[in-house]
């Protein structure tokens, strides 16, 4: 069983900067696909961002793309998430996701091909 802990989340003027974490346990996951998904009160969870069990594609919904970046280090098992420029519409809870195909079957924005959840973590963007 794998579980995802996330971590970094909080309160940020716009403008500002936050760096998400998470850290599976449980199990390797360097073979995993990993991404991260948000979901604000009263709206639908989001996809955000993806990676590829190598680290080497990565993928990013448009509303953040160019502000966002997704990493991982599958030496410390942990994957990342550096949000810049943050804005009031990323105000959201946070999740880490994992599927246990490396490339996510190309479906990389579709919840439902994730294997696991995370808590999530909340952001809070201030005007």
């Known amino acids: 069983q794998v579980q995802l802990a996330e971590s970094g989340g909080g309160l940020v003027q716009a403008g500002g900067s936050l760096r998400l974490s998470c850290a599976p346990s449980?199990?390797?996951?360097?073979?995993?696909?990993m991404g991260w998904f948000r979901q604000a009160p009263g709206k639908e969870r989001e996809f955000v961002a993806a990676i590829r069990w190598s680290g080497g594609f990565t993928y990013y919904a448009d509303s953040v793309k160019g502000r966002f970046t997704v990493s991982r280090d599958n030496a410390r098992n942990t994957v990342s998430l550096q949000m810049n420029s943050l804005k009031p519409e990323d105000t959201a809870v946070y999740y880490c996701v994992a599927s246990t195909s490396g490339t996510v079957g190309g479906a990389w924005d579709r919840w439902d091909r994730y294997d696991y959840w995370g808590q999530g973590t909340q952001v809070t963007v201030s005007s």
């Open positions: 449980g199990r390797t996951f360097r073979q995993y696909g």
